[in-house]
Structure formats: structure tokens, C-alpha cells
């Protein structure tokens, strides 16, 4: 079935690069998604990447995907007291949409 | 505009209670969605409307009843519902892509505290 899976902490110190990893089952996913959740908000998405690609890089995020692995990870360089929150890894099974699967999400937390 | 506006964003109600959870997008989005989130975990879908018909109810219990009433508005009316359905409900929007749902746009939730 279609599973998502993902580390449930990280914690780094305030300066420093974090790297969450992730991985998923569905292969005919085209579409893998990166979401952020602060305290007491709803989902936010941060970045995302088609299938067809080993990598994205935005600004600070970047994003690599080895396709033969199913494995995602999200980097964020120079991470800031900001960036603590919940990510989540999502994807996007082709079973005609609206079902996006999420994995359970990585606790990022900045020490200052 | 690209903000999906929930109302309220507390509330607490009883066993015997009626309420309605509300949901407002202005992006043209023609697909909405109700999630469940409990602590900890990652969002539970609940029920999907596209074109403002339901398309897919996640086997929720009769007590959660989805309306549509057009294109921009999304309800979630509650009855008798149990201490257990305590849980941030998040509303979301998507474009209806045919065959995958892209990007979902999440309003900040209802937190819902039954007692």
C-alpha cells in the first residue's frame, strides 16, 4: 500500500545545515511535496518536485530525490530559530487525485 | 488572494451539541477538503467536494455532515459528536487538476475540544 515514512525529531543548532529524510512507496508518484507546520497553524507547502528530477534548489531549501531509493530528503542551509516547526513529506499517488499521502512529520527544533 | 479563512478557530461544545465549522476560499479553487489532525500526527483526510459535489468521504461517522453550498464556501456541521473527535480540523483547497490534486492550500484550523 501507499506509505510515507519520515524520522519523528531533529534538532540542530542555529547556523547550521538540517536535513530531513524521508521516504515513500508509491513509484508512479509524479509529484513529491515538502509542507511546514508552525504551532497552531495549518500546513503550509514549502517546495516541491516533479519525479523526472534528482533536484530543486530554492534559496535556502533544496531538495533531492532518488528515485530508485524512493527516497526525498529537504535541506535547509543556515537554519534559523524560525525554521522550527513540523515538516511534513507528502506525495502524490496516481489514483486520479485528491488522496495526497503525508508521512507522519519531522519535529525540527533550533537551538539558538 | 491565496488564503483559505476558517471559522471559528476554538471551539468547544458538548456531547449533545449541534455546530458548524466553516471554510471560505476566494482562488477559484474548485476542489475543498476537510482534514482531521490529532497531536502529533500528520492530517487525516475526511471528505473531498470537486465542482461542489462530494467526491470521496473517508468513511466519517454520520455525525460529521460536509456541505457545499457553492463554489467558495466549505461547512462541516457536528452532532452528537464523541470526546475522541477533539482534534484540529483543517480545510484545505486545491485547483482540480485532473489526476493529481497539486498543491494544497490549508486555512489555520478549528480546534475542536468536545466534552
Known amino acids: 500500500g501507499e506509505d510515507v515514512e519520515q524520522s519523528l525529531f531533529l534538532s540542530v543548532r542555529e547556523g547550521d545545515s538540517s536535513v530531513i529524510n524521508c521516504t515513500y512507496t508509491d513509484s508512479s508518484s509524479t509529484y513529491l511535496y515538502w509542507y511546514k507546520q508552525e504551532p497552531g497553524a495549518g500546513l503550509q507547502l514549502l517546495t516541491y518536485i516533479f519525479s523526472n528530477m534528482d533536484m530543486k534548489q530554492d534559496q535556502r531549501l533544496t531538495v533531492l530525490l532518488n528515485k530508485k531509493d524512493k527516497h526525498l530528503s529537504l535541506r535547509i542551509a543556515d537554519t534559523q530559530t524560525g525554521d522550527s516547526a513540523i515538516y511534513f513529506c507528502a506525495e502524490d499517488p496516481n489514483t486520479g487525485g485528491f488522496k495526497t499521502i503525508f508521512g507522519a512529520g519531522t519535529r525540527l527544533f533550533v537551538k539558538a | 488572494d491565496t488564503e483559505v479563512t476558517q471559522t471559528p478557530k476554538h471551539l468547544v461544545m458538548g456531547m449533545t451539541n449541534k455546530k458548524s465549522l466553516k471554510c471560505e476560499q476566494h482562488?477559484?479553487?474548485?476542489?475543498m477538503y476537510w482534514y482531521k489532525q490529532k497531536a502529533k500526527k500528520p492530517p487525516e483526510l475526511m471528505f473531498v467536494?470537486?465542482?461542489?459535489?462530494?467526491?470521496i468521504n473517508e468513511s466519517v461517522p454520520s455525525r460529521f455532515s460536509p456541505e457545499c453550498p457553492n463554489s467558495s464556501l466549505l461547512n462541516l456541521h457536528l452532532h452528537a459528536l464523541q470526546p475522541e473527535d477533539s482534534a484540529l480540523y483543517l480545510c484545505?483547497?486545491?485547483?482540480?487538476?485532473?489526476?493529481?490534486?497539486?498543491?494544497?492550500?490549508f486555512g489555520e484550523g478549528s480546534r475542536l475540544t468536545v466534552l
Open positions: 484545505a483547497s486545491s485547483q482540480d487538476t485532473s489526476g493529481y490534486t497539486g498543491e494544497l492550500f
Open positions: 467536494y470537486s465542482y461542489e459535489k462530494l467526491s
Open positions: 482562488m477559484g479553487h474548485r476542489a
